[in-house]
C-alpha cells in the first residue's frame, strides 16, 4: 500500500534527517534502502517507509510510518536493524522524531 497522509488517524510518523556529505549520499540511501527492503518492511507495526534526497547531495529525509510507537521502538531494538543503522551513522548525522499528522492541504 503506498503512504497514506491523513490526518486524525493513529498512525506515527518517522522523520528522519540523515546530514551527509555530498560524495557518500548514494552509499547511504542505498544501505538505508537495503535495511528497509531486508529487515524493516517485515516487522510488525511498520506500513512504509520513503527516501528523499536533496538535490545539493547533503540530506537523505526519510518519511516512514508505524502503527504505533512502541512498534517503531521495537525496531530500533532489532540485532539485524541495529547493525544496519550502526554502519550508516558511521558517516551520517540522523536527527529524528516521531509526529502525527496535524492537518494536510491540496490544490483544488
Not at 490526518?7 to 546530514?19: C, D, P, Q, R
Not at 544501505?31 to 512504509?48: C, N, Q, V
Not at 550502526?86 to 491540496?106: A, R
Request: net charge negative; charged share 25%.
Amino acid at each position: 500500500m503506498p503512504t497514506q497522509i491523513v490526518a486524525g488517524t493513529s498512525v506515527s510518523t518517522l522523520i528522519n534527517i540523515f546530514k551527509v556529505a555530498p560524495e557518500r549520499q548514494q552509499e547511504a540511501v542505498e544501505l538505508l534502502i537495503e535495511a528497509t527492503d531486508k529487515h524493516i518492511r517485515h516487522l510488525p507495526g511498520f506500513i512504509s517507509a520513503n527516501f528523499h534526497l536533496s538535490d545539493d547531495g547533503t540530506r537523505i529525509v526519510n518519511y516512514a510510518q508505524w502503527e504505533t510507537p512502541d512498534a517503531w521502538r521495537a525496531m530500533l531494538d532489532n540485532p539485524e536493524c541495529v547493525k544496519h543503522i550502526e554502519e550508516v551513522k558511521k558517516f551520517t548525522e540522523p536527527d529524528y522524531h516521531l509526529y502525527q499528522v496535524h492537518s494536510t492541504h491540496m490544490k483544488d
